[in-house]
């Protein structure tokens, strides 16, 4: 994943309504971008719609629970979540597993210093 300047961002939302979703053109204007790089920006940061909130606790529910039934099917959890993209409930959900583990870990040396 690349780096985008506000600049780069103005640039890919006035070439959007330009040429919609020729990535090939869009990027062919852009220069230092890939036509994948700029289609992912569309869709994971700039598209219209986009919800960049924290996720509120009904949607933190939801996220568990859509996983518990579908697995690691971000698009399909997120096609749940109106204007949430798959990668934000993907990297949501990696980053609650990371604190559910250093709080495991946290309370195992708790134990252990209590033992």
């Not at 600049?7 to 979703?21: F, M, P, T, V, W």
């Not at 062919?28 to 036509?35: E, Q």
């Not at 495991?104 to 210093?113: D, E, G, H, K």
Request: aromatic content about 8%.
């Amino acid at each position: 994943m690349t780096n985008w300047s506000p600049q780069e961002d103005a640039n890919l939302i006035r070439l959007h309504k330009r040429y919609g979703s020729s990535w090939v053109t869009i990027a062919r204007h852009i220069n230092t971008k890939s036509a994948r790089e700029c289609a992912d920006r569309w869709r994971n940061a700039l598209r219209p719609g986009i919800n960049s909130s924290p996720f509120t606790a009904t949607e933190r529910l939801m996220i568990i629970s859509l996983h518990d039934i579908h697995g690691p099917r971000w698009s399909r959890i997120a096609s749940q979540l109106p204007g949430r993209t798959a990668r934000k409930v993907k990297n949501f959900w990696y980053s609650m597993r990371r604190a559910e583990a250093q709080n495991i870990r946290q309370q195992m040396a708790i134990t252990r210093l209590l033992n």
